[in-house]
Nanobody
Framework: QVQLVESGGGSVQAGGSLRLSCAAS??????MGWFRQAPGKEHEGVAA???????SYADSVKGRFTISKDNAKNTLYLQMNSLKPEDTAMYYC??????????????????WGQGTHVTVSS
């Protein structure tokens, strides 16, 4: 199992951009994803990527966010553009159980990072 550490969160104005990073302790051949949780709300799947590089996105972020990974650096990324106040949340990266397929259901993932805060003001 891998250890995951997120970074790159912060406060931005609406319309701005951030890139989140998730450093893994070792190479992962399983799907990985980004999830978020706002105060008082449930975990929401944002984006996921499998071992082939196939991706999935929540409808709310499609066209604005891009998930990618650098296997040489054992790092997962989430590029977030055109940020909106409703994107404000704690963002987590996670490793799942599938090699092929990239689900957005948090229940499909077993190893989680500690999270990084993202705040978007209007």
């Amino acid at each position: 199992q891998v250890q995951l550490v997120e970074s790159g969160g912060g406060s931005v104005q609406a319309g701005g951009s951030l890139r989140l990073s998730c450093a893994a302790s070792g190479y992962s051949s399983y799907c990985m994803g980004w999830f978020r949780q706002a105060p008082g709300k449930e975990h929401e799947g944002v984006a996921a990527i499998d071992s082939d590089g196939s991706t999935s996105y929540a409808d709310s972020v499609k066209g604005r966010f891009t998930i990618s990974k650098d296997n040489a650096k054992n790092t997962l990324y989430l590029q977030m553009n055109s940020l909106k106040p409703e994107d404000t949340a704690m963002y987590y990266c996670a490793e799942g159980l599938l090699r092929f397929g990239a689900p957005l259901n948090p229940g499909e993932y077993n190893f989680w990072g500690q999270g990084t805060h993202v705040t978007v003001s209007s």
